[in-house]
């Protein structure tokens, strides 16, 4: 480029910009009175470009009321809890429609409030067009449960109207969502009933062509036979002991009798004899008499030669009479000598009688408790094998019957559970009759309004008494 020419742009524009800045600070030659005239003409076309569209907004736009209403969402929702004894258990918990960071169930409430669906049943319950319905303000409390509505009408009555019309669509449409979600959800399990159910008939006829021909038809029936078997073993075991029990008070008597267990049966007979008896009495006298002859006399006296007559006489008469009596002749005189004890009572008799025949009577239940026991071991012998395999059926058929039931369970609680999915919604506070109209849009333009106008005048200001300013600081410059 020619330096000439570069010397010239320069000095070009070195030039406008003292123009420039001469201009800025000492203005243009205008009369004062003129420039007056200039800078009012200005400030009243500003403010009439500023407060046209403000007064005829404030004149023009129809007043507006505001319906609110605010809705909550229960913290926890309903749960259930079935316990089916021996054969299942369905559980609906208790769970929190917040539990879920990623989800949050006001966010899903709101876009279904706003969704064309509900708007426009809204708008036609009140008999409006979709487009004047309008769309409700919808405010979400943060850390809360809350729904803030606002609606807006040409008149309080008209607000509150579309208020309950969008409150009343929007509970519509959320039974109506929790209604599919059910008949979706019986939908894909009815099948899967249908195969539990099938498996489960299966599993109990396969139990009743078993039964038909098994020696066992039922776990109880096995087990009663076990437990018949150990109550035998034990009443057997039981009859046992009181037997030896009662067999070791017959010996002790015996023992203390110095007489055997056959010697033993012919006592009872000897003890209720009336004749035995009195030649038992006199026998003892006799013999009470020879002892006292033996004390006082010599071996050859007399009376002590009659009185060992006598006894002797008297004790063959008791042999004979016990021989007749069917007592054995060679123990006769061992029974006759415990018979003639004093110890020797008719209780000690009875005592001995009552216990040989409750030894006799436990040998008999002893030997009917042997042969049951017999017979139940032979019949949990032949039955293992068949409450085995019932067994196995019976598990399977409780498998099966706890799956079915406890699936219909699940069904029937996810029937009764609706707001699972879709949690409850309740009214906090109902729709509000707005006593006023709105006054924001009037405020808000008085405040632009009146904002631009001293805008206006600031700047008018400042242009008017700039040029001392700026001509102080060209001077230092």
């Keep these: 480029m020619n330096p000439q020419a570069q010397d010239d742009g320069g000095a070009h524009h070195d030039g406008l910009g003292s123009w420039l800045s001469y201009l800025a600070a000492h203005g243009s030659s205008m009369d004062p009175v003129v420039r007056r005239r200039v800078y009012a003409l200005t400030l009243f076309g500003a403010l009439t470009l500023i407060w046209l569209p403000v007064l005829s907004f404030l004149i023009l736009s129809p007043q507006t009321y505001t319906s609110k209403f605010?809705?909550?969402?229960?913290?926890?929702?309903?749960?259930?809890?079935?316990?089916?004894?021996?054969?299942?258990?369905?559980?609906?918990?208790?769970?929190?429609?917040?539990?879920?960071?990623?989800?949050?169930?006001?966010?899903?409430?709101?876009?279904?409030?706003?969704?064309?669906?509900?708007?426009?049943?809204a708008a036609a319950a009140v008999e409006l067009k979709e487009s004047e319905f309008g769309k409700p303000k919808i405010k979400l409390v943060d850390q809360t449960a809350l729904m803030n509505f606002e609606l807006q009408g040409s008149s309080a009555e008209q607000a509150q109207?579309?208020?309950?019309?969008?409150?009343?669509?929007?509970?519509?449409r959320l039974e109506q969502l929790r209604r599919n979600e059910v008949e979706e959800r019986e939908r894909y399990t009815s099948a899967s009933l249908e195969a539990f159910s099938t498996k489960l008939s299966d599993a109990q006829l396969r139990i009743v062509e078993f039964q038909k021909s098994a020696r066992v038809v039922s776990i109880e029936q096995f087990q009663d036979i076990t437990m018949g078997l150990e109550d035998s073993r034990r009443q057997a075991s039981l009859a046992r002991a009181r037997l030896d029990s009662v067999e070791a008070q017959i010996g002790s008597l015996l023992a203390s009798l110095g007489i055997s267990q056959s010697q033993s049966r012919g006592l009872l007979a000897l003890q209720q004899d009336a004749q035995f008896q009195q030649l038992l009495q006199r026998h003892a006298e006799a013999a009470a008499l020879l002892a006292e002859?033996?004390?006082?006399?010599?071996?050859?006296?007399?009376?002590?030669?009659?009185?060992?007559?006598?006894?002797?006489?008297?004790?063959?008469?008791?042999?004979?009479?016990?021989?007749?009596?069917?007592?054995?002749?060679?123990?006769?005189?061992?029974?006759?000598?415990?018979?003639?004890?004093?110890?020797?009572s008719g209780d000690i008799i009875e005592s001995l009688a009552r216990l040989n025949a409750e030894a006799s009577g436990l040998r008999a239940e002893l030997a009917t408790r042997q042969a049951q026991i017999q017979s139940d071991e032979l019949r949990l012998r032949e039955g293992i094998s068949d409450a085995t395999a019932l067994e196995d059926l019976e598990r399977k058929r409780q498998v099966a019957l706890a799956v079915f039931t406890t699936a219909l369970a699940k069904v029937d609680l996810g029937r009764s559970d609706n707001f699972a999915s879709y949690p409850m919604l309740q009214i906090l506070a109902p729709p509000t009759l707005p006593y006023k109209p709105d006054t924001l849009g009037t405020t808000l333009a008085l405040a632009g309004g009146i904002a631009g106008t001293l805008f206006c005048v600031m700047g008018l200001l400042v242009l008017w008494f700039r040029k001392p300013f700026l001509q102080k600081i060209l001077k230092s410059g």
């Design 161 to 172: 109207a579309k208020a309950e019309a969008l409150h009343s669509a929007l509970q519509q």
């Design 70 to 121: 605010s809705l909550i969402m229960p913290v926890t929702g309903a749960g259930q809890s079935v316990n089916l004894e021996s054969i299942g258990q369905a559980t609906s918990s208790v769970t929190s429609p917040f539990s879920q960071n990623a989800v949050d169930p006001k966010v899903n409430y709101r876009a279904i409030a706003m969704s064309k669906p509900v708007l426009k049943a």
């Design 293 to 344: 002859h033996r004390a006082r006399y010599g071996s050859n006296n007399f009376k002590l030669r009659d009185a060992r007559e006598v006894e002797d006489g008297l004790r063959r008469q008791l042999h004979a009479r016990a021989a007749a009596l069917g007592a054995t002749p060679d123990s006769s005189t061992a029974m006759l000598e415990a018979l003639g004890r004093d110890s020797l």
